[in-house]
């Protein structure tokens, strides 16, 4: 377990997963406190709540602002859970700081802003406070890197990543779409930073939610922070995707935790049978893959030779429709398939056009 993990939790007095929970928004102290003595019950021990709220459109609920603070005193006062808060600039920096808030974190919109994160940066210089970083709206890792760099530079001890999902127009089942890869590559490249996901978000609907955490959790997320609220129907933001407490209830104690630890000897000699299997595949498909590109080479310098075009749109299309139709026959999905096409013919589109350049 990675030392910031585990200070965390000895300070929480608690295992791993890290389960933070609480509603989209502050409402009213009202709201705040009754559904943070529902959530101590089931026993969590971090309570969030937005207090000022980046809205895609004006005139929707942007928070309550800075009397949210008292309110979330108020929630730790009574129920002893540390309190976090989304900031944004610095100004709403200074507020958390001088109310002494146990937590914050940075949203999806303000990660994808280097000035922004910068100046947070800054004004938390020599503060010791967690500070979990949500990854940015946009699928780049590289920004989500970089606004983790910034508060490692500014010397902040307890930095922890939050995967909420990637803005897809048009995404369908969820959201905010999951690119699993994107945070598996970030505990690749900083192992040290804890890894929680944020499923309410990803999912944008409830009945997603417990899907999307079972497998964040399967693939070894270090914990989970999960939206909900007293009342759902009655939320001023993202009613649809919050959790009652009596349902988070439910999926915590129905999420099942798998072991990282391979234990049963049995188990783990026919694991490594069938991966020897999947290492010889990988092999051949490597090979497959030269082949192919050697003849794209040739295709290339007759293209050349020829005074023809790389791209011919019927050809792609029907390499397209042809191998989707044969790949879905064997039960891979439309999206791998579409994916996995693209790279092979982009890359041959990559050779044939340094065909074409050469020696111009
Ligand atoms: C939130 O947690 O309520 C929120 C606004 O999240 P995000 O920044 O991930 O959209
Ligand atoms: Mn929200």
Sequence with gaps: MSIILDKLSSDLNTNSPLIIAGPCSAESQQQLLSTAYSLKEIGIKIFRAGIWKPRTRPNSFEGVGEIGLEWLKNVRLETNMKIMTEVANPNHLDDIL????????????????????????????????????????????????????????????????????????????????????????????????????????????????????????????????????INPSEALSDKEQQLPTNELKKLLSNLILRENNISDDDVAVSLKGLRSQIDSLDLDLIEILIKRMTIAQKIGLKKKDNGITILQPERWEYILKDRVLNGKKGGLSNEFLILLLRAIHQESINIQTNIMNRNL
Excluded at 150 to 159: P, V
Aim: proline share 6%; charged share 20%; aromatic share 8%.
């Design 98 to 229: 001088k109310n002494d808030i146990d937590m914050i974190w940075i949203g999806a919109r303000t990660t994808g802003n280097p000035f922004a994160v910068q100046e947070i940066a800054n004004a938390l210089k020599g503060v010791d406070i967690p500070v979990f970083v949500k990854n940015p709206l946009n699928e780049d890792l590289n920004l989500w890197i970089g606004a983790i760099e910034r508060f490692h530079n500014s010397d902040i001890k307890q930095i922890l990543a939050i995967h909420r999902g990637f803005f897809a127009y048009g995404s369908q089942k969820y959201r905010n779409i999951p690119q699993w890869q994107i945070p598996v590559e970030l505990k690749r490249i900083m192992p040290s930073i804890p890894l929680l996901c944020d499923p309410s978000h990803i999912a944008g609907h409830r009945s997603l939610v417990k899907e999307v955490s079972q497998t964040a959790l399967d693939l070894n997320f270090d914990g989970l922070m999960i939206e909900s609220h």
